[in-house]
């Protein structure tokens, strides 16, 4: 993997991380995920489960600590896209951010709308070719 730091495994580091999330544990989580993404930054999945490992935790905690949490989830979705623009599922976790969450904290319904153009044009591709 790319700019993957030696004698750190990043993908046992995912793999305990995501039973974490499936446990609702995300602060557990949010900790591997952080490692990964330290060792291994050009990762997608990596950055994509520790956006939505924050987004979780961020309806658990105070308001401040959940402002501080939405921007950081924001900041890895964005980058999991970078990394892996026609991903649906990153994609649709950006789109429900920017549709959701306030504008002060990065909400922004016209990309989110752009977005959401964006998975419809990927999904009828995809239906195209899995038609030939």
């Not at 993404?37 to 600590?65: C, M, Q, T």
Request: aromatic share 10%; no cysteine.
């Amino acid at each position: 993997m790319a700019n993957e730091t030696p004698g750190i495994d990043t993908e046992s580091l995912y793999l305990s991380a995501l039973k974490h999330y499936e446990n609702k544990n995300y602060i557990e989580a949010i900790k591997q995920l952080e490692i990964a993404v330290a060792h291994a930054p050009d990762v997608a999945k990596y950055n994509h489960i520790l956006a939505v490992s924050y987004g979780r935790e961020a309806e658990n905690v105070n308001w401040f600590k959940a402002m501080d949490y939405a921007k950081k989830t924001l900041k890895y979705l964005e980058i999991a896209n970078n990394l892996d623009p026609n991903n649906l599922e990153i994609l649709d976790d950006l789109m429900d951010f920017y549709h959701e969450a306030p504008g002060f904290l990065g909400g922004n319904i016209k990309k989110g709308d752009e977005i959401e153009a964006l998975i419809e044009k990927i999904t009828l591709e995809n239906q195209e070719k899995d038609k030939n």
